[in-house]
C-alpha cells in the first residue's frame, strides 16, 4: 500500500471551500424553506377560496325562508303512511332486465306446433 | 515434442489461474465479501442491497493475470464488467434508481406537515462540514466533495457526485494509477445505508432526554389528489431552477412521482417502482463491489474516505436531531416536534424512519412516528440530491 500523506493543517484551506461550505449548506436550507412555505402558501391560498365557497352557500340559505315547523300530528301521519306503503310490498323482485335466453325443455303437452298438427290430423 | 507442449499448455494454464496470481490483498477483499454476505444474511442487513454488493467483492477480487491477452478485471476496457460498470462511471444508474424511487415514495407526508422539510435541509450539515474537514486533510477539493456527500446516506447520490468529480483513471506525481474515489465512496455510503440500525440509536438517544422522546405529535391532515400532483411538480420546477446540475437526480425522482400520483400511468409507475428498479440495484450492487478490486481498493485513503463518511454521517445525524430541538423553542406546545424524528433528515430511506420510529416506540409504545418521520426522510432526499447540483456546480464552474 502506498503510505498515506495526510496534513492536518487549516492554513491550507482556500477561501474558495469555506465559501462553497457556507453558501451552499445556506442554498440548500433556503431550497427546502421556500418548498415548505410554498405548500403552506398552498394552503392558505385554499382556504382563503374555500372560505368564499363557503360564505356563498352560506348567503344563499340566509336568503331563503325559513321551513314551517310541522306538527306532530303531520309527522305521525307521514309515518304511517310510510308505514303502511312498505308493509303492503310484500314481493321481493329483482329489477334487473337480462338477455339471457330462458331454456325450456320440449313437452309435447306445451308444444302448440304438435297439438295444432293432432287437431289437423284428427279433423 | 508432444510432451513438451503439453507442459508448456499446462503451465500456461496454471499461470492463467487465480492460485499462481493471489495476492494477500485479493484475499482479504474476498473474505471481506464472503463475511459480507453472511452478515447480510444471518442479521437480514439490507440483503437487497449488500448481497449484490458483496458478490461484487468477491468477483471484482477473483485474481488473474493482468498481462493476459483478454481483458477481465472492471478497469480492463473492453470487459463485460467495465461495460456493466458504465452506468455508475457516467452517471446512468443513480439517475434511474431515483425514477424508482419517486415512484415508490409518498410526499403527503411532507405536504402535510411543510415545516418537517426543514429538517431535511439541516441534516445536510453532516456533508458540508466534512467536505471542510477532508479539505483540511489535504484532500483536494473535487474529492472532499465526494467523501462528504457519504453524509447524505445516499449511495446513489454518491455515486452520481463521485461519478461527475472523481471517477476514472488518475496518474499520481509519483507514477502510480489509482481509478478515482468511485470504488470506496459508494462501498462507504451503501455499507452506512445499511448500517443506519447500528449507527443512528445511540447518537439519538444522547441527544435527546426521554421528555422529548416522548413527545407526541399532532396526527397529520389528509393529503388532496391536486395537492399529490401539484406539489412534486412545485418542488421539481424549484430545485431544478436552484441547482440544474442535480437535475439527472431530482427530475428523474419528481417524474417517477408523477408516474405514480397522476394515477393514470399505474404501469409505469410499477414498472419503475419494480422491475427496473431491482434491474438497476443488481447492475449497481455488482459493478461497484467489483470496482473495489484490491490493487485499486486496498489503500490508506480508502480506510481514510471509510472515516470520514462515517463522521459526516454522525454529524447529519446530529444535526437533523439538534435542529428539530431548536424548531421546539419556536413552537407552541401542541405543534411540537419529536427530534427523534430529525435524525430521518438524512436519506437513507426508510431504513431512519424506521429507525426513528423504533426509538419512539422503546419509549412508549403507542406513540406512532413513522409517518411524521417519513417527511425529514423525504426531504432529505431532495436536499441531498440539491447539495450534490450544488457542490457540482461550485466546483465545475
Redesign the interface.
Known amino acids: 500500500?502506498?503510505?498515506?500523506?495526510?496534513?492536518?493543517?487549516?492554513t491550507?484551506?482556500d477561501s474558495?471551500?469555506?465559501i462553497?461550505?457556507a453558501?451552499?449548506?445556506c442554498?440548500?436550507?433556503i431550497?427546502?424553506?421556500?418548498?415548505?412555505?410554498?405548500?403552506?402558501r398552498?394552503h392558505a391560498v385554499r382556504d382563503y377560496l374555500t372560505g368564499r365557497r363557503l360564505k356563498k352557500v352560506s348567503a344563499i340559505e340566509s336568503k331563503t325562508p325559513p321551513k314551517a315547523v310541522m306538527t306532530g300530528e303531520e309527522n305521525a301521519a307521514i309515518a304511517a303512511a310510510l308505514y303502511l306503503f312498505f308493509s303492503e310490498l310484500h314481493d321481493q323482485e329483482k329489477y334487473v332486465m337480462t338477455i339471457r335466453k330462458v331454456s325450456r325443455t320440449y313437452s309435447p303437452w306445451s308444444s302448440k306446433f304438435y297439438n295444432i298438427w293432432n287437431v289437423m290430423k284428427h279433423w | 515434442m508432444k510432451l513438451l507442449l503439453i507442459t508448456d499448455l499446462l503451465k500456461g494454464i496454471w499461470e492463467n489461474t487465480g492460485f499462481t496470481n493471489l495476492h494477500w490483498d485479493n484475499g482479504i477483499m474476498i473474505l471481506a465479501g464472503l463475511i459480507l454476505i453472511l452478515l447480510s444474511i444471518r442479521f437480514n442487513l439490507k440483503p437487497l442491497l449488500l448481497i449484490p454488493l458483496a458478490l461484487g467483492i468477491v468477483i471484482g477480487n477473483i485474481p488473474f493475470m493482468h498481462s493476459a491477452p483478454y481483458p477481465i478485471g472492471i478497469y480492463a476496457e473492453g470487459s463485460i464488467l467495465h461495460y456493466l460498470f458504465f452506468g455508475v462511471l457516467k452517471g446512468i444508474y443513480p439517475a434511474l434508481i431515483f425514477l424508482g424511487l419517486g415512484a415508490m415514495v409518498d410526499l403527503s407526508p411532507m405536504i402535510a406537515n411543510p415545516k418537517l422539510m426543514i429538517l431535511g435541509a439541516a441534516a445536510q450539515v453532516g456533508i458540508f462540514a466534512t467536505f471542510l474537514g477532508a479539505a483540511i486533510l489535504g484532500f483536494p477539493i473535487a474529492e472532499s466533495a465526494s467523501i462528504a456527500i457519504i453524509g447524505g446516506a445516499d449511495g446513489n447520490t454518491a455515486i452520481f457526485l463521485t461519478s461527475q468529480l472523481a471517477a476514472g483513471l488518475k496518474s499520481l506525481p509519483e507514477g502510480e494509477k489509482v481509478m478515482g474515489l468511485i470504488g470506496p465512496v459508494a462501498m462507504a455510503a451503501y455499507l452506512y445505508m445499511a448500517l443506519v440500525p447500528v449507527i443512528q440509536p445511540p447518537i439519538m438517544k444522547l441527544l435527546t432526554t426521554r421528555k422529548e422522546r416522548l413527545i407526541r405529535m399532532k396526527p397529520q391532515r389528509t393529503v388532496s389528489r391536486a395537492e399529490k400532483i401539484v406539489f412534486p411538480l412545485v418542488f421539481l420546477l424549484l430545485t431544478a431552477f436552484v441547482a440544474p446540475a442535480s437535475l439527472p437526480l431530482l427530475g428523474m425522482f419528481f417524474f417517477g412521482n408523477v408516474l405514480k400520483e397522476s394515477g393514470l400511468t399505474r404501469q409505469l409507475a410499477g414498472t419503475v417502482s419494480t422491475t427496473l428498479i431491482d434491474i438497476v440495484i443488481i447492475l449497481i450492487g455488482l459493478t461497484v463491489g467489483a470496482s473495489t478490486q484490491a490493487d485499486v481498493f486496498l489503500k490508506w485513503e480508502s480506510i481514510l474516505i471509510f472515516v470520514l463518511g462515517a463522521l459526516s454521517f454522525m454529524v447529519a445525524t446530529a444535526g437533523g436531531i439538534i435542529f428539530a430541538k431548536v424548531m421546539n423553542l419556536f413552537l407552541k406546545e401542541e405543534n411540537r416536534i419529536n427530534p427523534l424524528i430529525g435524525a430521518a433528515g438524512v436519506a437513507a430511506i426508510p431504513d431512519s424512519a424506521r429507525i426513528a420510529h423504533e426509538m419512539g416506540q422503546r419509549e412508549d409504545s403507542t406513540n406512532h412516528l413513522i409517518s411524521h418521520a417519513m417527511a425529514p426522510n423525504v426531504a432529505g432526499i431532495i436536499g441531498s440530491a440539491v447539495t450534490a447540483g450544488l457542490l457540482l456546480a461550485f466546483i465545475l464552474r
Open positions: 500500500m502506498r503510505p498515506l500523506s495526510i496534513t492536518f493543517d487549516p491550507l484551506i474558495h471551500v469555506v462553497v461550505t453558501l451552499g449548506y442554498i440548500v436550507l431550497t427546502l424553506s421556500a418548498m415548505a412555505y410554498m405548500v403552506v398552498f
